[in-house]
């Protein structure tokens, strides 16, 4: 099973500054078969990015993913208030599909 | 709009019964794969079971393989998730999440459920 750390485990920052997440898998993302997803309090999580880098529909461009292999990245450009919550990683290219503990993201 | 409503938690005793239910409208439920996906109480997400749009291939979770059974119903845009011998561990909001279309293996989640909480206690 492939296990994904994300880092660090929660982020303090302010509305308008850049947000760079972490997420490092046990063994090589086959085709880099990586999601992001956003969750807030109550609520289901939301789809941000998948296969890496692409964008779902209807997610703003500050948000952005990258990485291969191991390493992955989700980075938010400039946070709005309304982007302070949890964010997930999960990967889908080996079985089973496994998603990271997550990273919290609150205002500083 | 796509939406996936589920409902049939409630409170369970340990080695009880419990079967969700997720009604789908907004979309073609026949042509996509299913998942049921699970919260615990302020912990993260895991990955409980996956069922093809044909319902041809089912996938488990190693910590439910047969305890629970996922299942659905094409005709009733309906997807179930049938929980027998339930553990405390099993305590969560479970939540339907829609796959890709005809995929045969679960791959990322577009629209998900509100959920719906199941507490096993005694």
């Known amino acids: 099973e492939i296990v994904l750390t994300q880092s660090p485990g929660t982020l303090s920052l302010s509305p308008g500054e850049r947000a760079t997440l972490s997420c490092r898998a046990s063994?090589?993302?086959?085709?880099?078969?990586l999601a992001w997803y956003q969750q807030k309090p109550g609520q289901a999580p939301r789809l941000l990015i998948y296969g890496a880098y692409s964008r779902a529909t209807g997610i703003p461009d500050r948000f952005g993913g990258s990485g291969s292999g191991t390493d992955f990245t989700l980075t938010i450009s400039r946070l709005e208030p309304e982007d302070f919550a949890v964010y997930y990683c999960q990967q889908y290219g080996s079985s089973p599909l496994t998603f990271g503990g997550g990273t919290k993201v609150e205002i500083k | 709009e796509v939406q996936l409503v589920e409902s049939g938690g409630g409170l369970v005793k340990p080695g009880g019964s419990l079967r969700l239910s997720c009604a789908a409208s907004g979309f073609t439920f026949s042509s996509y794969a299913m998942n049921w996906v699970r919260q615990a109480p302020g912990k993260g997400l895991e990955w409980v079971a996956y069922i093809s749009s044909t319902g041809s291939t089912i996938r488990y979770a190693d910590s439910v393989k047969g305890r629970l059974a996922i299942s659905r119903d094409n005709a009733k845009n309906s997807l179930f998730l049938q929980m027998n011998s339930l553990r405390a561990e099993d305590t969560a909001v479970y939540y339907c999440?829609?796959?890709?279309?005809?995929?045969?293996?679960?791959?990322?989640?577009?629209?998900w459920g509100q959920g719906t909480l199941v507490t096993v206690s005694s």
């Open positions: 063994q090589s993302v086959i085709s880099s078969y």
């Open positions: 999440a829609r796959d890709l279309p005809s995929s045969n293996w679960p791959y990322y989640f577009d629209y």
